[in-house]
């Protein structure tokens, strides 16, 4: 999508310290970082937002689950755990419009909302 952020960072038009890409997934790190280790899981694809996933969609998804896995790893905080988190629109605190998987670790994190 021509003004999304994220499709930018895709296109390399915007850059990012990548973690992991395959032809679907890219991963890269938070620019504000909200944990010591704070990486962004996105399909290439634009998607924009959860509420926008399609059926066509649903092993993209479920691939995204499986890049997290080997991410967590390959970076050596599988063990120790991570959480992920998915906003989705306004009232779920999205800002980008380009579905992404917040994957934080690093330290024991702070308070569950859920
Ligand atoms: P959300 O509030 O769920 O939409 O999260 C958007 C995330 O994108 C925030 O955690 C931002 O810090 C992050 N972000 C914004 N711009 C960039 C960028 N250029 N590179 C990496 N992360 C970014
Ligand atoms: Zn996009």
Redesign the pocket.
């Known amino acids: 999508m021509e003004d999304c952020?994220?499709c930018k960072?895709v296109k390399g038009e915007?850059?990012?310290?990548k973690v992991y890409e395959d032809e679907e997934v890219l991963a890269?790190?938070?620019?504000?970082?909200?944990a010591p280790i704070?990486i962004?899981v996105i399909p290439k694809k634009h998607i924009t937002s959860l509420a926008y996933v399609k059926k066509e969609d649903e092993i993209l998804i479920g691939k995204i689950y499986t890049t997290i896995n080997k991410i967590a790893e390959d970076n050596g905080f599988k063990e120790n755990g991570y959480r992920v988190?998915?906003?989705c629109g306004k009232d779920?605190?999205?800002?980008?419009?380009h579905l992404?998987f917040?994957v934080l670790a690093g330290t024991q994190l702070g308070e569950k909302i859920v």
Do not use: T
């Open positions: 952020l994220f960072i915007i850059p990012s310290k890269f790190k938070d620019i504000n970082p909200a704070h962004l988190i998915v906003n779920g605190g999205q800002e980008v419009m992404h917040h």
